[in-house]
Nanobody, 125 residues
Framework: QVQLVESGGGLVPAGGSLRLSCAAS????????MGWFRQAPGKEREFVAT????????FYADSAKGRFTISRDNAKNTLYLQMNRLKPEDTAVYYC??????????????????WGQGTQVTVSS
């Protein structure tokens, strides 16, 4: 069982930056591929970025490419999402998620077994 707790959300003006963190419980963090997803008001939850267990491979949604960076520190059991050049359309609740151990990274939310509670990101215009 993996417990995930996101932090780092907040209110930021357009063009600004935020770094989200996701703290994971357990001793096998590096065996879990991880992902970030987001859900805007009135919309379905969507994929943002994903990273392999050891951090060697990443994949991004088109909306995130060139602006967002997913990374992880396995020694600290922490996942990150650095978000730069934020836009009002990035406003959403951001969730981190973990796959079961030794699964590859994925952009499909149904592939994820563990979810955090979410952190709100609001980008003002």
């Amino acid at each position: 069982q993996v417990q995930l707790v996101e932090s780092g959300g907040g209110l930021v003006p357009a063009g600004g930056s935020l770094r989200l963190s996701c703290a994971a419980s357990g001793r096998t963090f590096n065996s879990h591929a991880m992902g970030w997803f987001r859900q805007a008001p009135g919309k379905e939850r969507e994929f943002v970025a994903t990273i392999s267990g050891i951090g060697s491979s990443t994949f991004y949604a088109d909306s995130a490419k060139g602006r967002f960076t997913i990374s992880r520190d396995n020694a600290k059991n922490t996942l990150y999402l650095q978000m730069n050049r934020l836009k009002p359309e990035d406003t959403a609740v951001y969730y981190c998620a973990a796959r079961k151990p030794y699964s590859g990274y994925s952009s499909y939310q149904n592939d994820y077994n563990y979810w955090g509670q979410g952190t709100q990101v609001t980008v003002s215009s």
